[in-house]
């Protein structure tokens, strides 16, 4: 490291310090106004709803995870090379995620506007509208977690995301309890439209907490093209043992909680459940995270996000394991509760523990290479999930999910070391 790349290090670091409260409450409450408003349109809940009045057509039920999950991981691709080379993360984070926002308010107002087009249309436009709000996420998210990386100290980060996502979470529950009333007074498909209208609302307030971050300028990395970075990713894979059996683990879980998204489809088919009915498993689901998601933050920084990630792996499997038996409808109240306990400690561990492999310099690349290796599942799992469900039952894909699910967690358990141990083990091999 030069002098002056030192010089800018320390200054930053200073800069971080001063400014370290401000910036944690700010992206607490950045986050927890973002979650929100998503959980107006929840993809577990409020989303499957919409594509199931409109179509009987199981296999687009997949493509709600599909699309989240493809549109989060595909872009690292292309986002890693170009940002390592910046100074500062938050002006490129502050355009892109502009284009996550905006589909929200162009899906409400057609939706408003435009009820009575044919089901096949209004599905095009969701679908095109939600892939745009997809694909900005995932070119959003390498900048975001190296910004949060950046502006919230190590130490921090595990009770951060537990209060982000916990504050949204609780306020959540309050939205849960709108989008329930919402769906009942208001015709279809309008009062989806008069949700998506809320979750933009909520989500400008979001945007205004990110811009008022304080990010140091830290010393740029040398740019890199794109396929130089595609070609570093064996060797690192290769090099790096540790970083490699998480990923193979993470893909295993990953995959089989793809099935939280088919629980509502089940239960709509099963059970005949009204718009009352969901919005109330809504409020089930955010209320377990607004729980959840402090306490297995602060787990996370006492006991481990290995160990985190595990727990909420072997409940969310639960989960699925009861809505596969579940006899009533009662029972679905207790499955989200499980399911919300179980996606807060995924997201919570899921992507940090990556943090806890990659040297500070590497980070951004280390988040890339993780997405490129979940890309894959995240567009082939969903759709063929959905195939399965279509061809079969919703009942045989629970089965298969189930299966992954306790290979993965098995692998996870038995192949990776803890994160304090990977830690030091990743800075001596980076030297």
């Not at 944690?24 to 919409?50: A, E, H, I, K």
């Not at 679905?332 to 943090?355: E, R």
Request: proline share 7%.
């Amino acid at each position: 490291m030069t002098d002056t790349a030192t010089t800018m290090t320390a200054q930053a670091e200073a800069v971080v310090r001063r400014h370290a409260a401000r910036n944690f409450w700010l992206n607490v409450l950045d986050g927890g106004t973002f979650y929100l408003g998503l959980s107006m349109v929840s993809r577990f809940t409020v989303l499957p709803l919409f594509v199931e009045r409109l179509s009987p057509e199981r296999w687009l039920q997949g493509l709600i995870p599909m699309i989240n999950y493809t549109g989060w991981f595909l872009p690292g691709l292309f986002i890693v090379p170009v940002i390592a080379a910046m100074p500062r993360r938050k002006p490129i984070l502050l355009t892109v995620t502009l284009f996550e926002r905006l589909p929200f308010l162009i899906l409400g107002l057609v939706l408003i506007l435009w009820p009575d087009l044919p089901g096949a249309g209004l599905l095009a436009i969701f679908f095109c509208c939600y892939a745009l709000h997809a694909v900005a996420a995932g070119f959003a998210s390498i900048p975001w977690q190296d910004f949060i990386a950046r502006v919230i100290p190590g130490k921090r980060w595990g009770i951060f995301f537990g209060l982000q996502s916990g504050l949204g979470g609780l306020l959540g529950i309050g939205g849960a309890a709108i989008a329930a009333w919402v769906l009942t007074a208001f015709p279809f498909p309008q009062s989806i439209g008069i949700l998506s209208l809320i979750c933009f609302g909520s989500m400008v307030v979001s945007f205004i907490f990110l811009a008022a971050t304080i990010e140091p300028a830290m010393p740029p990395q040398p740019a890199q093209p794109l396929t130089a970075f595609l070609r570093s990713v064996r060797p690192l894979l290769d090099r790096d043992v540790p970083f490699r059996n998480y990923l193979i683990g993470r893909v295993s879980i990953a995959l089989a909680l793809i099935g939280h998204n088919f629980i509502t489809a089940l239960g709509l088919e099963r059970f005949n459940l009204s718009g009352a009915d969901v919005g109330g498993f809504t409020a089930a689901l955010l209320a377990a995270q607004a729980v959840s998601d402090p306490l297995l933050g602060s787990m996370a920084d006492r006991w481990g996000h290995k160990q985190v990630l595990e727990l909420s792996t072997a409940v969310g499997l639960l989960a699925i394991m009861l809505a596969l038996i579940a006899p009533a409808p009662v029972w679905f109240f207790v499955i989200f509760v499980l399911v919300g306990f179980s996606q807060a400690g995924y997201i919570l561990s899921g992507f940090t523990l990556v943090f806890s492999f990659a040297p500070p310099a590497q980070r951004p690349a280390y988040i890339g290479v993780s997405n490129i290796v979940m890309a894959p599942v995240a567009a082939a799992g969903p759709l063929l999930s959905g195939w399965l469900a279509e061809f079969v039952s919703y009942e045989a894909l629970f089965v298969v999910l189930l299966a992954v699910g306790v290979v993965g967690l098995s692998w996870m358990r038995l192949r990776v070391p803890r994160p304090a141990v990977t830690t030091a083990l990743a800075e001596e091999r980076m030297g």
